[in-house]
């Protein structure tokens, strides 16, 4: 069964610093992942996704996201952290199968505190 | 594009009374909805996946007669949490998606309803 882990509960960063999430998945093929942000009493956004190719993801709101199949990561980043990115932030793992029926496995999400 | 909405944003009800929260697609046609809840500072738990026209598969582990899902066209699902209960008091979240082609099949989530039950 796939599974999602999000190593850090808490981020603390200032704002201007380089932010960098964890994840890790545990998927036996090729998974799809995501990465998703949630602001207080909010849905979900997604903020990228990877499915296959360029290992390097580009999402919006100047996050980016790398694939290593070697160390079954997928961490985010940012290089420079706003205040307004404070937020929960969710990995999501999901396998492709015939008919494309899948459904994505999340992680128990990490908080990042952004200090002005 | 691709907006859900749901409705109502938050509920209080009584205990043992019943609720419906609504799970609409704005601009696209949802083949599957699903419905999760979220516990505070938690992970968000898969209930159950809805496809039009059919009835809903719930996960394990959740009641299928407590949580009544129907998905009764291409833009809309709702749920209802029957006789409910404080320990029914969560964040419940719907999402869609279209999967009608290719590998995206992404979710598209809705704001969120607080349901609170006292």
């Known amino acids: 069964a796939q599974s999602v882990t999000q190593p850090d509960i808490h981020i603390t960063v200032s704002e201007g610093a380089s932010l960098e999430l964890r994840c890790n998945y545990s998927?036996?093929?090729?998974?799809?992942l995501f990465w998703y942000v949630q602001s207080p009493g909010q849905g979900l956004q997604l903020l990228l996704k990877?499915?296959?190719?360029?290992?390097l993801v580009q999402g919006i709101k100047g996050f980016e996201a790398e694939f290593k199949r070697s160390q079954s990561s997928f961490n985010l980043r940012k290089p420079s952290v706003h205040w307004s990115d404070a937020a929960e932030y969710f990995c999501a793992v999901a396998q492709g199968a015939t008919g494309g029926s899948y459904i994505p496995t999340f992680g128990r999400g990490t908080s990042l505190i952004v200090h002005p | 594009g691709a907006v859900v909405s749901q409705h109502p944003s938050r509920v209080i009800c009584k205990s043992g009374t019943s609720v419906k929260i609504e799970c609409r697609s704005l601009?696209?046609?949802?083949?599957?909805m699903f419905w999760y809840r979220q516990f505070p500072k938690q992970s968000l738990m898969l209930m159950a996946t809805?496809?039009?026209?059919?009835?809903?598969?719930?996960e394990q582990g959740v009641e299928k007669d407590k949580f009544l899902i129907n998905h009764a066209s291409l833009t809309l699902s709702t749920l209802t949490v029957t006789s409910a209960h404080p320990e029914d008091s969560s964040f419940y979240i719907c999402s869609a998606r279209s999967g009608t082609s290719g590998n995206t099949y992404e979710q598209y989530f809705g704001p969120g309803t607080r349901l609170t039950v006292t």
């Open positions: 601009d696209f046609q949802a083949t599957t």
């Open positions: 990877y499915f296959s190719g360029d290992t």
């Open positions: 809805s496809n039009e026209g059919s009835k809903a598969t719930y």
């Open positions: 998927y036996g093929a090729t998974p799809y």
